[in-house]
């Protein structure tokens, strides 16, 4: 069964151009994995520093390797110091 997520990122104000660049590599390197079937970055339109990730997975297996990859776990460390807060991450499935 197919996995959607969707995770919400906010960072801080003077990071905004590194936290981009920091989700471009990652966005790029995630779109190579096995199972990935959509990892698409979304800039709110409303609100300056917000960003979703969303993301589409052939399994939760899948996305359970995506959660320890280099690239991921490289992504956490130095994106943390830019964020204005904790990542908010919400898992679904589709009815519809």
């Not at 790029?28 to 520093?49: A, P, S």
Request: hydrophobic share 40%; glycine share 4%.
């Amino acid at each position: 069964m197919n996995l959607y997520i969707v995770a919400l990122f906010r960072f801080k104000e003077n990071h905004l151009f590194d936290a981009i660049e920091l989700m471009k590599k990652l966005v790029v390197e995630t779109r190579k994995e096995e199972g990935c079937l959509q990892y698409d970055l979304i800039e709110d339109r409303e609100n300056m520093g917000t960003f979703f990730l969303i993301e589409l997975w052939e399994t939760e297996e899948h996305h359970y390797l995506h959660s320890v990859k280099e690239h991921l776990l490289t992504f956490r460390q130095n994106a943390a110091p830019m964020m204005e807060s904790q990542t908010e991450v919400y898992k679904g499935k589709k009815i519809y």
